[in-house]
């Protein structure tokens, strides 16, 4: 790979950019001066700087609850080769905040180079925003806003990140509040699209969790009201990490060739976001929690629970889902465990009853693309 650019090489990069340029020249309805100051601006918004070694030694201000969290890999080997060769951009679903730290971290682990991440810009406040900013690496996203300078900007911006950085981004934008899957925004892949570069790849990659961090604050929503400080969303990620221990699943997927798709063509970004969000929904590890919480009633008895869980496992070896277990006694014993722990249900002799409803249906819609018959009760 080429060496580094630096900052005001990449400016100077993204200014020469015809679709820039075109920016410039016509100004939407504004003087070209004013334009040009938008546009600087917006890249000094956007402007990241990565000191991985640092941020590695540093430890993540988040490392108290990071160490809750046992990280688990599949199919590193796909980006250990693709990465030999070849610039990579790495797609994912969207669970927790606590993804763009676990993901990079497996990474890492397994000696493959650190992506830059696509974050919202509600991250960057306070000491962790610098963090961001200046250590990790993460790239600042406007992600509501329609301003065609500011897209512009972005698009061109991103796609000259990707000629010295790889990239990761969730197109799903935010978290899932409701738990299933959200539909692909394609404004990034588009900039990968458009770029320029040769021999990328995109990857895509789910994660999974047991429980998820966040999981009480997010399901009581359902759907996502407004963008809140990550300061107090910080607070709220310590308060709900006493007690709180799980495994994360990280999974890649076949690698997808960009080149194959015509980068001015609306439909090839759509066919390929399509195909992104299939793949990882495929990859998506199916843990006993989710399956538990996908078979539960208000109130069952174990051996009835016993009797939907393993229906729902022929269901599911069916469409080819990444399961992790296969016995229907171990999903059960496992997922109503952890279940349990976290307060989402309560045993009462040989009956299990829903004590959070809200929770147990955010479990039950992250498996829905898997189980369309089986929509939560």
Known sequence: MAMTRSTEDITQAVMARPEVTRLLQHGHGEAPALVRAQVLAYLDELRTTQRYPFYRALQHPLYPILRKVTRHHEHVEIVRDAAKSHRIVYASNHRSHLDYLVEPLVLDDNGIRPPLIAAGINLFGGPLGLIHKHVTGAVPIRRATKDPVYLTTLKAYVAELLRDHDLFFYPEGGRSYSGEMKPHKTGLLHAVLQS????????????????????????????????????????????????????????????????????DSRKDALDLAHLTRDAIGRLYKVLPTAMVASAMRPSITRADLLSNVDASLEQLQAAGANLLLRDAKQVVEDGVERLEQRGVLQAEDDRLRVRDRNVLRYYARSIQHLLPAAAPR
């Open 196 to 263: 320029g570069v040769k021999d990328v790849l995109l990857v895509p990659v789910a994660i999974a969790y047991d429980l998820v961090l966040e999981d009480r604050a997010i399901a009581r929503q359902g759907v996502k009201k407004r963008q809140r400080p990550f300061t107090y969303e910080l607070a709220e990620m310590v308060g709900l990490a006493v007690g709180y221990r799980a495994r994360a699943f990280v999974t890649f997927g076949p690698a997808v060739a960009v080149s194959a798709y015509d980068p």
